[in-house]
């Protein structure tokens, strides 16, 4: 059964840094773009970095500048790296194939002092 897992958040200061990542278990990022959402509690799951098989990426207004996402095909994985991290970047971060529709687990990202 394929799967995505996600891994590589923490808690961090606010102005550090995190890469997430994302491996899937099949070729699920060479089929179709893939995505970082975030969620914080009792609010919806918001999308902020997308990535197509072309490289062609998008950001939410937000994060632009700070965040960035790339892939690696031959590893199956997506990454994003965060910088100048903020305390309203704190969420749960999850990947998702867009051409399976599969999420991963998420990986939580907490910035406090």
């Known amino acids: 059964q394929v799967q995505i897992v996600d891994s590589g958040g923490g808690l961090v200061q606010p102005g550090g840094s995190l890469r997430l990542s994302c491996v899937a278990s099949?070729?699920?990022?060479?089929?179709?773009?893939a995505e970082w959402y975030r969620q914080t509690p009792g609010k919806q799951r918001v999308l902020v970095a997308r990535i197509t098989t072309k490289d062609d990426v998008y950001y939410v207004d937000s994060v632009k500048g700070r965040f960035t996402i790339s892939r690696d095909p031959a590893a199956n994985a997506i990454y994003l790296q965060i910088n100048d991290l903020r305390p309203e970047d704190t969420a749960v971060y999850y990947c998702r194939s867009a051409a399976a529709n599969l999420w991963g687990q998420g990986t939580q990202v907490t910035v406090s002092s």
């Open positions: 099949g070729r699920l990022f060479s089929l179709g773009p």
